[in-house]
């Protein structure tokens, strides 16, 4: 197993909102549709917390995580997987740090599109990895370019890491080009982190990609509760690869983290899962009628800014086309009209951007507030 460096994880997202900790702002950045109350979940679920956790067990849960967890995934998520290939965590969080940690050492080649969530390339830029990217640009609609793809592999690499639906920009792949990234990964040997966790957030069934792990012996998909099922109170994410090397490796150092994830969370994350269809239909709700505002988003408080409009998820990165910065404007919008977003250079990209979350119920009363004249 690797040893573990010591952590110098920059945390700029943390230092944002220590910034502006006295000034109680609403957060408008999220990444994640609103979350559920439990009210609300237990009525989309169609049963309640106290049915499902009635002799709920309280000793430790097996090591790669419960069989009942691990089930749903593999027969409500998943396509083509065995529940060996499952490693429930702690978030999706504890899954990056482990994937990363069991197959990444000093001085491998990765690859990673940018702009980019930050930790997907902090842990392995911790690790002492070469980082590369290719980047996603706006003027192309956030297009990926799998020419620049393939020229990168060609100078040696060990992991890809993709993230679509995508955070930032909510841009996607089409289907066909994630076959074409798949066949350049076999070509090439390249194993391939897919972060799914907006799978299921489509605004149409049509931009659905198929997870990774379904489709290639190499391919790590890696998903969440918080974020495409708006629970992020149920502390669960997972892993998902047919690789039994690489498992064995992750459950070995999640070991020495979480060790495991609670009985409670996992007994009511199993059966929630398995009504994921429900979830998505009410988070896709809220998306969609904020998204009828989108297309008017063309400044902030007077501010020009330049939107392309998502078909997934529900956050999207407006370029700044002021004659300010995008940290200033990030500080206008605070200090005006007291909501906070995120400034791109928590991206690892140049361009001056904020990124907007549109799946919450006070979207558009931000709207209102922040939207001028021109
Ligand atoms: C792309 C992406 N991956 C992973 C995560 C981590 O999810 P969680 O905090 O629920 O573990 C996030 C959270 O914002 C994210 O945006």
């Known amino acids: 197993m690797n040893n573990f460096p010591k952590l110098a994880m920059a945390r700029f997202s943390k230092r944002i909102s220590d910034q502006f900790s006295h000034q109680k702002l609403i957060p408008m950045h999220n990444t994640n549709p609103q979350p559920f109350t439990q009210g609300e979940l237990e009525q989309t679920i169609g049963c309640s917390f106290d049915s499902i956790l009635q002799n709920v067990n309280l000793g430790f849960t097996p090591d790669a995580g419960t069989l009942a967890l691990r089930q749903t995934l593999m027969d409500c998520h998943y396509e083509n997987i065995s529940i060996e290939d499952v490693v429930t965590h702690a978030g999706a969080q504890e899954a990056l740090f482990c994937a990363f940690y ?223 910065d995008a940290n200033s404007l990030l500080e206008k919008v605070a200090t005006q009209s007291q909501y906070l977003l995120y400034p791109s250079n928590l991206f690892k990209t140049d361009l001056e951007a904020l990124r907007i979350g549109f799946g919450n119920h006070q979207f558009s009363e931000f709207f209102k507030k922040v939207k001028g004249e021109s």
């Open 102 to 324: 069991a197959l990444l050492k000093e001085n491998d080649k990765v690859l990673a599109v940018a702009p980019i969530f930050e930790p997907l390339v902090q842990i392995p830029l911790n690790i002492g990895c070469e980082v590369s990217y290719v980047h996603l640009q706006a003027e192309n609609n956030w297009a990926l370019d799998l020419g620049e793809v393939e020229e990168n592999f060609k100078l040696g690499c060990r992991l890809f890491v993709i993230n679509f639906p995508h955070n930032p920009t909510g841009a996607t792949l089409t289907e066909n080009d994630l076959l074409k990234i798949v066949a350049l990964c076999k070509k090439y040997d390249v194993w391939l982190l897919s972060d799914e966790v907006f799978r299921g957030l489509e605004h149409s069934v049509d931009y659905r990609l198929p997870a990774v792990a379904d489709i290639y012996d190499k391919g790590i998909s890696v998903g969440v509760i918080s974020k495409a099922f708006a629970i992020p109170g149920i502390r669960v994410g997972w892993l998902v690869c047919k690789n039994q090397q690489f498992i064995d490796e992750v459950i070995d150092i999640k070991g020495y983290i979480s060790i495991c994830n609670s009985q409670i969370d996992e007994l009511l994350a199993s059966v929630i899962l398995k009504k994921h269809e429900q979830l998505t239909a009410r988070n896709l709700a809220i998306i969609l009628q904020n998204k009828t505002l989108l297309a008017g988003l063309n400044n902030l408080l007077n501010q020009k800014v330049e939107i392309v409009v998502p078909n997934v998820g529900c956050c999207l990165f407006a370029q700044v086309k002021a004659k300010m």
